[in-house]
């Protein structure tokens, strides 16, 4: 079983970056194979409402010079899909919600390619408005008919500087719950789907 991150910050080992990796390491520890994916900080476009997608059926997004058709057949193949964001006036970045509204269309167009699988998102926020974001990512993965994962609280670890989550005891601790539900989930469902 394999889950994969995509990661929306453009800090690389940033606070979202922390929290995804202690996700992982939960995952890792119960025998899931995982892999993060930055998009965060490279050019992202967002959709252009084309609608080629729904004529070409190809699970392709007809806009290139991004990483977004790889990471749709990634995604496809996983089992699971870890969406993380630092949260940017009080929403997801500008990557992340290019990614999603791309990723989003050629799924539907193609008959829905992440049914089924195993969803979860976490944040990084300063101080307010994860909420907000929190949502942004668990509407796309409901909409995307996951299985959302949750935890002990919302997804979510409080920290400014990059490393500052790390202190933030209960938001770690609610990462490693995360993984641990993740992997609970992905046994049960028996993975692919």
Known sequence: MKVLGINGSPREGGNT??????VFGELEAAGVETELVRIGGRPFRGCVACSRCFEN?????VLEGDPLNELVA????????????PVYYTD????????LDRAG???GANGGLF???????????????ATHAFD??????????????????????????????????????????????????????????
């Open 17 to 22: 970056e922390i929290l995804m990796r202690t």
């Open 57 to 61: 059926r190809d699970r392709r997004c």
């Open 74 to 85: 990634k995604m496809a193949e996983a089992d699971g899909i870890l969406l993380g964001s």
């Open 92 to 99: 997801v970045t500008s990557e992340m919600k290019g990614f």
């Open 105 to 107: 269309l050629v799924s």
């Open 115 to 129: 049914r089924h699988k195993a969803g979860a998102a976490v944040l990084a926020v300063r101080r307010g408005g």
């Open 136 to 193: 942004t990512l668990n509407h796309w993965l409901h909409m995307m008919q996951t299985y959302l994962v949750g935890a002990s609280y919302w997804n979510m670890g409080y920290g400014m500087n990059p490393g500052d989550v790390a202190e933030d005891q209960e938001g770690m601790e609610n990462m490693r719950v995360l993984g641990r539900n993740m992997a609970w989930l992905l046994e049960r469902i028996g993975g692919r789907s």
